[in-house]
């Protein structure tokens, strides 16, 4: 088994095919092939199935790209802290994120960083929900995650750094508009623009109404919040967003935020592999990030957990004086 066994064999499991495999490495399909075959043969176990969808893994074949993906990911770090420790390589920094969480999030705190680190690479990595965050944190493909933290996952590590209520949206001509507080049965039979069921957000709140026995009606369903915010300005409902979010919003569109009694808070924090493994550059980002929610923990419904920022900088500042 070796290295180049394994990038093939994650290759394969991405792309769901040898021959675009064979393509984007100018190399021959039997030549991909036989990647495949050694490590099958090494391991005793078939590692891939045909199926309508393509070259697809087996259950061994699953658990091996598991543990491909977070190893060739470590290696990957180990060697760019290496180079980055001699001098030898163009700093560079991948962050997973969804678009709006960076305008609403991060605007700062990317000005600040470019302004201290105006040579290294930013390289924002799209991703529609956390578990896409988390995904690419952990095969490798993002150094950084903000995430909306549910629970530990696997693989990676969370901290939890702010904690933000969730607001009702509506129209300023809506009938609660009125209203600056709603108590969560008041939502009994509402009609609600909402992201999709993958997102933890939507997963955070109808585990909420379940738990009250409420019943959230959805009328719409969008990929952000951004554009949650539009539909409601048009008149065509009302929409769960995230009290930084609900703070953009009342300022720049036609929109009221209602508060809700009784509706559980979002965590708000970052995804590494391992902090303690991350390169100098990623800790300037995140001490970026922090200077940033001073600003964001003064917004109505917002609070900076300045324990878990502590703790992280502490750990942040231990590694870099190793």
Request: aromatic letters at 4%; glycine letters at 8%.
């Amino acid at each position: 088994m070796t290295l180049e066994d394994l990038r093939v064999f994650v290759a394969v499991c991405e792309q769901n095919s040898l021959s675009a495999v064979a393509r984007s490495h100018a190399r021959t399909q039997p030549a991909i092939s036989q990647h495949i075959r050694r490590l099958e043969r090494e391991l005793d176990v078939a590692l891939l199935e045909r199926s309508v969808r393509g070259v697809t893994p087996t259950a061994a074949g699953g658990m091996l790209l598991d543990s491909a993906r977070e190893s060739l990911a470590a290696l990957r770090n180990g060697i760019a802290s290496i180079d980055e420790l001699q001098g030898r390589a163009r700093r560079s920094l991948r962050i997973a994120t969804g678009g709006t969480s960076v305008r609403h999030f991060l605007r700062d705190s990317v000005v600040s960083f470019r302004q201290r680190h105006a040579d290294a690479r930013l390289e924002f990595v799209p991703a529609n929900s956390t578990a896409r965050c988390l995904e690419l944190v952990r095969g490798g493909d993002a150094d950084l995650g903000l995430v909306t933290v549910h629970g530990q996952q696997p693989g990676v590590e969370q901290m939890v750094l702010a904690q933000q209520e969730v607001r009702l949206l509506v129209s300023r001509d809506h009938a609660l508009s009125n209203r600056r507080r709603l108590k969560i049965r008041d939502l009994d039979g509402l009609s609600v623009v909402a992201l999709g069921d993958q997102t933890t957000s939507a997963g955070h709140l109808e585990e909420a109404f379940e738990h009250q026995g409420i019943q959230v009606e959805t009328s719409t369903t969008v990929d952000d919040f951004d554009t949650a915010c539009v539909f409601v300005e048009l008149g065509l409902g009302c929409a769960f967003v995230p009290a930084v979010h609900a703070a953009s919003f009342v300022r720049t569109a036609r929109v009221h935020a209602v508060s809700v009694e009784a509706l559980p808070a979002l965590s708000i924090g970052l995804a590494a592999k391992r902090f303690n493994s991350l390169a100098g550059i990623s800790h300037e980002f995140i001490a970026c990030f922090l200077d940033e929610l001073d600003r964001l923990g003064q917004l109505p419904g917002v609070k900076k957990l300045t324990a878990s920022v502590a703790e992280l900088r502490s750990k942040l500042s231990g590694v870099t004086r190793q």
